[in-house]
């Protein structure tokens, strides 16, 4: 990451989303200090000696966006391909995702399965460039769920042990059964992880397990959530079918990942219950392309040709009742170049408005970092972003962040100026 010396830096004559409000505060004067937004004020309200100051010329400035679905790891678009990668592939991959992602606009992600303490601790110390991670280890699931990469000839002991936390796949631990689940959740949780991922229901990327069926039995689900709730953490659970989505926030999971196939009165359930979803939109549109179907055994292409019919009704279910609709994008492989046409894509069926607060104050909550990230507030951690456009206006305007953002600040430094 590109740094600078300056104590106090000074963004002058901007007009501020705050991360949630409907409407601009303008011609305003937005004070970083020691890495923290001190004070917003009338622009030229006060003199600042020894200040940089950067003229934003009535740009936008707003906070650094949130994806709240990331693969660190995940190197290859078909993903059993991954787990046979040799590790030091997989993190050069993963250097180069963070990297970009900041170039996005994104200084804050959450990993879903795979990143790690080792990663965390690399981007803490300086020796990677990328945004802050949330991570929460390895994703835990049944045999022949959706973190069960296996074929269905392979062995027993082909990259995975029941119950241990061990072996050699990078992405996910089979747990089959309360106690085996809740040893699962300790261990990843020992290694410092946010929260604890759940498969329960089938994905597009295993090949043996349907994707419309729940994977989980209640108390299994049950035994990952008291863990996780006892040290003030929460699970995320991956489910597209609705059902799933449903008996997972029943049982206590805070994180619905996908949720495609979601009905209106599974919405309004979810709502109601103070759950959050993650949409994943762009993923699914950029694996239909050509280059990206040809590298998947037909069992995935076949599931994302049924998934790609849900998607986007399923956004708008959720938005039409009044879910609280974080941001994610799952990519894989090449394909983490696409990440900001997510914008563009959820633009399809939703206000502009809502998509920027799922990217900003929505995740920030789901993260339980109110108040710190995702917003521009003083005492806010100083991750912001200065766009060339009013993306209330056009929210595609993010969909181009390298032709667009003129400034990228991370922790108070600078990683982009080009103003």
Do not use: W
């Not at 923290?36 to 200040?51: E, H, K, L, M, Q």
């Not at 009165?265 to 979810?270: E, G, I």
């Not at 090449?334 to 997510?342: I, T, V, Y």
């Amino acid at each position: 990451m590109t740094t600078t010396t300056t104590t106090t830096v000074v963004f002058r004559n901007a007009r501020v989303f705050d991360g949630h409000s409907p409407e601009l505060r303008e011609d305003c004067d937005v004070v970083v200090e020691g890495g923290v937004v001190r004070t917003i004020s009338p622009s030229r309200n006060a003199a600042f000696a020894d200040a940089e100051i950067v003229e934003c010329g009535g740009r936008v400035l707003m906070p650094g966006m949130i994806d709240a679905h990331v693969h660190v790891y995940a190197a290859d678009v078909n993903l059993p391909r991954v787990t046979h990668l040799p590790r030091t592939y997989t993190a050069h991959y993963a250097s180069q995702l963070l990297s970009d992602c900041l170039d996005h606009g994104f200084t804050t992600i959450r990993d879903v399965g795979g990143g790690d303490v080792g990663l965390a601790n690399a981007l803490r110390d300086g020796l990677v460039r990328g945004p802050r991670l949330f991570y929460g280890g390895r994703i835990i699931s049944q045999t022949g769920g959706h973190g069960d990469m296996r074929a269905g000839d392979a062995d027993l002991d082909d990259h995975v042990t029941h119950g241990c936390a061990c072996h050699d796949d990078i992405f996910s631990v089979i747990a089959d059964g309360p106690d085996a689940v809740r040893a699962a959740a300790r261990e990843e949780l020992r290694r410092g992880a946010s929260h604890i991922k759940l498969m329960a229901s089938g994905g597009m990327a295993s090949p043996t397990d349907p994707l419309e069926f729940s994977q989980y039995s209640d108390d299994e689900i049950r035994a990952a959530v008291d863990e996780a709730t006892r040290v003030g953490k929460y699970v995320a659970a991956h489910c597209h079918p609705d059902e799933s989505i449903r008996r997972c926030v029943a049982l206590g999971v805070r994180s619905i990942e996908h949720a495609s196939m979601i009905t209106d009165d599974t919405a309004r359930f979810v709502a109601e219950h103070g759950a959050f979803t993650v949409p994943t939109m762009v993923i699914i549109f950029s694996l239909l392309e050509k280059d990206s179907r040809d590298r998947l055994p037909k069992a995935s292409v076949d599931k994302l040709v049924s998934l790609s019919k849900h998607m986007l009704a399923g956004l708008e279910t959720m938005h039409r009742n009044g879910v609280d609709i974080g941001f994610g994008t799952d990519l894989l492989g090449h394909l983490r170049k696409d990440q900001p046409l997510e914008f563009e894509i959820r633009s399809r069926v939703l206000p502009a408005l809502d998509i920027l607060r799922s990217a900003c104050s929505v995740n920030a909550r789901l993260l339980g970092q109110e108040g710190r990230i995702g917003c521009v507030a003083e005492g806010a951690l100083a991750d912001l972003l200065v766009v060339d456009g009013n993306p209330l206006d056009d929210i595609r305007l993010l969909s181009r962040p390298r032709e667009t953002l003129s400034v990228v600040m991370a922790r108070g430094e600078f990683v982009r100026r080009s103003i």
